[in-house]
């Protein structure tokens, strides 16, 4: 699995552990972060969406967590998409895109004025 840096996007490399005091070489990061983790998700609850997971209040240093699992640099790619929509709703416009036209047809649809 590659490990890719959330902060600075650098390749960390083929990784299969991530120690809690491991960080990246480039910009200094903890990569045993929340923000590292393929369970972080800042609209679930607690941002995490293992459900047995403790509650972690710094998302972006190093942590005990037992269910954290390095977010592979496949997955991580995609998630500039999640990132865009994520900062789209909080300055208030609405994300563009395919899913969000058929949604808003669905919605007229099931609202329409008579």
Do not use: W
């Not at 999640?82 to 994300?95: D, L, M, Q």
């Amino acid at each position: 699995m590659r490990v890719v840096c959330h902060a600075c996007t650098a390749d960390v490399g083929a990784r299969e552990r991530i120690g809690r005091r491991d960080t990246c070489a480039r910009c200094g990061v903890d990569l045993h972060s929340c923000r590292q983790c393929r369970f972080y998700d800042a609209r679930a609850y607690n941002a995490c969406r293992e459900p047995q997971a403790e509650r972690v209040l710094d998302k972006e240093h190093g942590n005990f967590c037992d269910y954290f699992t390095p977010l592979d640099a496949g997955v991580a790619s995609g998630t500039a998409l999640a990132a865009k929509v994520e900062t789209s709703v909080g300055t208030g416009t609405a994300p563009t895109g395919p899913r969000s036209v058929d949604a808003r047809a669905q919605l007229d649809h099931l609202f329409r004025r008579r």
